[in-house]
């Protein structure tokens, strides 16, 4: 196996590229209020810590009555523990909101992004791998969640702070903000060319770990095999290399933030020091008081605090744009098969529904120049059942996939009981329609959830009742618990059969005027191809049912066959008619009989 190539991605990312977000964010506008208003009150309470200081340096430990003094002095501590109080109150409620914020936001997108993805018609996991979804899911959010649980939080109190530091510096000390604001655009400069270099190799990071996550995910979902052609080193092997890529990717961004932190830290101590040596041959020069100075100096340090963290916020919002704009790009996809916008009702019929392919051409995406059907046309009947047969590649499962609107045909039309079945929404077309694949799908569940899975609201009884009409029943009743016996990951502890009879009891139960029948019974041992064969035929009755079969003995009973080669209809008529006319068909009886 060979990995993907990873899809080429925008790799100029920006903090506005957050604003995808905003949808999400606005249904909580109250709690964002509240969380701002806190903010405030936070950042409020750290801008008067200083005064409260001056207060307490110039009026509090002036020489005078001892008396006097003492009082003055309780009630400037009392004046800063007010202001603790309310920093510490303010801070308590902005933590919680925020953190309410994240994890609800973030919840709110990975369940959009996932239901959005669920709704993506088969071309687009031609050419995207589910690790890298699931990657996503789980990375990507994650990130997000930091950024708006924590990170912005942070980033605004700071900012807050900052021009409330800036503005006090310009009221109190002109001449020193001035030499401070100089050096500020000194920082802020590089740290911008800094910023874009972080932003470049966050990006890049995250898609190196998207493509480890694919690599395993496919691996682990064929681990037979892997293990079958001893193949586990190998496979270690190549995760290895990845995971090395995206560790390599990871330690370049570390080193370009680790210069950007260690730049602003070295250039707010600067700022800090320039300051404080202006503040004292001020104090020295008689032309400020010692409070006054303990209040510059104080908010030099809310300065230059405000300006470090702003750095590090900055660095954690370039690689939550990265990821938002990823998800941002699954959002924006939009699946080339989609529901009308007044969809026609559709008919419920009894005893099956009637189906009619009037001139079908069709091309899958991934193959343009070759058609999978050209100008197939075809009548069925209500209750009829018909196979549909012929070599591998004759166009059989796409008749399948183009009924169940999992892809659109080029040309014609596909009439579900008289109605386009694009004129049918998606929802509607399917409901009337079940399916038994070749390869079951069993679900990480109970044998009752996975029966239950074919129509959800159905008691115990139905379900029991669907398992017995499929043959299920038996085998079910053997299991340690029952029905509610946990099948393992892809049903591993159920064999073949067992799995087949699974699905159809889950087709039985829907009760769907028209089943499709995949190969049921071609990987199936003689004995358990009887009672899947008996749980098929019962499964039939009274319903439209279409056949894919390779092994021509299962349909010589069937009403009619339908045999396709390179996309076209070439044949069709009972099994005695088609044996008769020497075509397709009786080469392919001849092939397998008389073996």
């Known amino acids: 196996m060979t990995a993907a190539a990873p899809t080429e991605r925008p790799k100029s990312t920006t903090p506005t590229a957050l604003g995808g977000l905003r949808p999400f964010m606005r249904p909580y506008r109250l709690q964002i209020g509240?969380?701002?208003?806190?903010?405030?009150?936070?950042?409020?309470?750290?801008?008067?810590?200083?005064?409260?200081?001056?207060?307490?340096?110039?009026?509090?430990?002036?020489?005078?009555?001892?008396?006097?003094?003492?009082?003055?002095?309780?009630?400037?501590?009392?004046?800063?523990?007010?202001?603790?109080?309310?920093?510490?109150?303010?801070?308590?409620?902005?933590?919680?909101?925020?953190?309410?914020?994240?994890?609800?936001?973030?919840?709110?997108?990975?369940?959009?992004?996932?239901?959005?993805?669920?709704?993506?018609?088969?071309?687009?996991?031609?050419?995207?791998?589910?690790?890298?979804?699931?990657?996503?899911?789980?990375?990507?959010?994650?990130?997000?969640?930091?950024?708006?649980?924590?990170?912005?939080?942070?980033?605004?109190?700071?900012?807050?702070?900052?021009?409330?530091?800036?503005?006090?510096?310009?009221?109190?000390?002109?001449?020193?903000?001035?030499?401070?604001?100089?050096?500020?655009?000194?920082?802020?400069?590089?740290?911008?060319?800094?910023?874009?270099?972080?932003?470049?190799?966050?990006?890049?990071?995250?898609?190196?770990?998207?493509?480890?996550?694919?690599?395993?995910?496919?691996?682990?979902?064929?681990?037979?095999?892997?293990?079958?052609?001893?193949?586990?080193?190998?496979?270690?092997?190549?995760?290895?290399?990845?995971?090395?890529?995206?560790?390599?990717?990871?330690?370049?961004?570390?080193?370009?933030?680790?210069?950007?932190?260690?730049?602003?830290?070295?250039?707010?101590?600067?700022?800090?020091?320039?300051?404080?040596?202006?503040?004292?041959?001020?104090?020295?020069?008689?032309?400020?008081?010692?409070?006054?100075?303990?209040?510059?100096?104080?908010?030099?340090?809310?300065?230059?605090?405000?300006?470090?963290?702003?750095?590090?916020?900055?660095?954690?919002?370039?690689?939550?744009?990265?990821?938002?704009?990823?998800?941002?790009?699954?959002?924006?996809?939009?699946?080339?098969?989609?529901?009308?916008?007044?969809?026609?009702?559709?008919?419920?019929?009894?005893?099956g529904s009637a189906l009619r392919f009037e001139d079908i051409t069709f091309h899958y995406p991934s193959r343009p120049a070759q058609a999978a059907l050209a100008g197939f046309s075809l009548e069925v009947k209500p209750g009829q059942t018909v196979a549909l047969v012929g070599p591998s590649g004759a166009g059989k499962s796409t008749v399948f996939g183009l009924l169940l609107r999992y892809y659109d045909p080029a040309s014609g039309v596909i009439a579900l009981d008289g109605v386009p079945i694009h004129q049918l929404s998606l929802h509607e077309l399917r409901s009337h329609i079940g399916i038994v694949p070749q390869d079951p799908v069993i679900f990480s569940s109970s044998a009752l959830e996975n029966i239950r899975y074919g129509k959800p609201g159905a008691s115990d009884d139905e379900v029991r009742a669907a398992a017995h009409a499929a043959f299920a029943d038996e085998f079910i009743a053997q299991l340690p618990e029952g029905y509610n016996t946990f099948l393992g990951e892809r049903g591993v502890r159920l064999s073949g059969g067992q799995r087949q009879r699974i699905a159809i009891a889950r087709a039985m139960l829907k009760n769907p005027p028209l089943l499709l029948l995949d190969e049921a019974t071609s990987a199936l041992d003689a004995q358990s191809e009887r009672m899947v064969q008996a749980a098929l035929e019962s499964a039939m009755k009274d319903r439209t049912t279409l056949v894919i079969a390779h092994r021509l003995a299962t349909v010589q009973q069937v009403d009619h066959i339908v045999v396709l080669d390179h996309g076209r209809l070439v044949e069709q008529g009972t099994h005695a008619e088609l044996v008769a006319q020497g075509g397709v068909y009786a080469g392919l009886a001849a092939l397998q009989f008389n073996a």
Not at 74 to 88: E, I, K, S, T, Y
Not at 227 to 243: C, G, K, L, P, V
Not at 336 to 349: D, I, K
Request: aromatic letters at 8%.
């Open 34 to 351: 509240l969380a701002v208003l806190f903010l405030i009150g936070a950042a409020a309470a750290t801008l008067l810590f200083p005064v409260a200081l001056r207060h307490l340096i110039d009026g509090g430990l002036v020489s005078g009555d001892r008396g006097t003094q003492a009082v003055a002095l309780r009630g400037h501590f009392l004046q800063l523990f007010g202001v603790a109080v309310a920093l510490g109150l303010f801070s308590a409620a902005r933590f919680y909101l925020v953190s309410w914020l994240g994890e609800r936001i973030t919840a709110n997108l990975r369940n959009a992004v996932y239901s959005h993805v669920l709704r993506q018609s088969p071309q687009f996991f031609e050419t995207t791998q589910t690790g890298e979804v699931l990657s996503r899911l789980t990375t990507d959010t994650t990130l997000v969640q930091t950024v708006v649980g924590s990170s912005l939080s942070m980033g605004l109190r700071n900012a807050f702070m900052g021009v409330g530091a800036v503005v006090m510096l310009v009221w109190t000390n002109p001449y020193v903000m001035l030499q401070v604001s100089l050096i500020i655009l000194l920082v802020v400069l590089p740290s911008m060319w800094f910023g874009r270099r972080v932003r470049k190799l966050s990006r890049a990071s995250q898609d190196r770990v998207a493509d480890s996550s694919a690599i395993a995910a496919e691996v682990l979902n064929a681990i037979p095999i892997v293990q079958s052609y001893t193949a586990e080193d190998r496979e270690a092997q190549r995760f290895a290399d990845s995971t090395e890529q995206a560790f390599g990717t990871a330690v370049k961004r570390s080193r370009a933030r680790a210069g950007l932190v260690a730049f602003i830290i070295i250039s707010t101590a600067a700022l800090l020091l320039w300051g404080l040596y202006q503040g004292t041959q001020a104090v020295i020069a008689g032309e400020i008081t010692a409070g006054h100075l303990g209040q510059t100096v104080v908010y030099i340090i809310i300065l230059a605090g405000a300006v470090a963290v702003l750095g590090e916020v900055y660095g954690d919002l370039l690689r939550a744009a990265g990821a938002s704009e990823r998800l941002m790009e699954l959002l924006s996809l939009e699946s080339p098969v989609q529901s009308p916008g007044a969809p026609v009702p559709a008919v419920t019929p009894q005893g």
